[in-house]
């Protein structure tokens, strides 16, 4: 399974990279929403696992739009946030986000939602 990763805090993107990696998931980074966006489409990760709080457009809008990109149609899309509000998680789901996760995230979770989406493909085909 193939995760990008946006992020715009790098030793988070790396750390959270490395954690993906020992999961056994292939991962890319991107620390900006304009390298996301041009990563998305080469790429073509099965998650994005994106942080909200990002320099020049949120992640709500770059899910947003990336959710535009048909080859991006069964991707799943993770919010990884530092809001935990119910007014947050219900803006994620408005945005397209299959989940909202809050930072710190734990590996439990993360670990949990990972298998869960890969076992989700697998069953899929």
């Known amino acids: 399974m193939k995760?990008?990763?946006?992020?715009?805090?790098?030793?988070?993107?790396?750390?959270?990279?490395?954690?993906?990696?020992?999961?056994?998931?292939d991962y890319r980074l991107s620390l900006t929403p304009r390298d996301a966006m041009a990563a998305g489409p080469d790429y073509l990760p099965d998650v994005v696992?994106?942080?909200?709080?990002?320099?020049?457009?949120?992640?709500?809008?770059?899910?947003?739009?990336?959710?535009?990109?048909?080859?991006?149609?069964?991707?799943?899309?993770?919010?990884?946030?530092?809001?935990?509000?119910?007014?947050?998680?219900?803006?994620?789901?408005?945005?397209g986000f299959r989940h909202h996760l809050t930072k710190p995230v734990d590996l439990k979770t993360l670990e949990g939602v990972l298998n869960g989406i890969a076992e989700d493909m697998l069953a899929r085909g």
Do not use: K
């Open 49 to 95: 696992l994106m942080d909200i709080g990002l320099p020049g457009m949120s992640g709500y809008d770059l899910c947003r739009e990336m959710r535009q990109y048909p080859a991006l149609a069964r991707t799943v899309f993770i919010a990884q946030t530092g809001w935990d509000e119910r007014e947050h998680g219900a803006q994620s789901e408005a945005a």
């Open 3 to 25: 995760v990008l990763i946006v992020e715009d805090n790098e030793a988070l993107a790396q750390t959270t990279g490395w954690i993906v990696e020992m999961l056994g998931y």
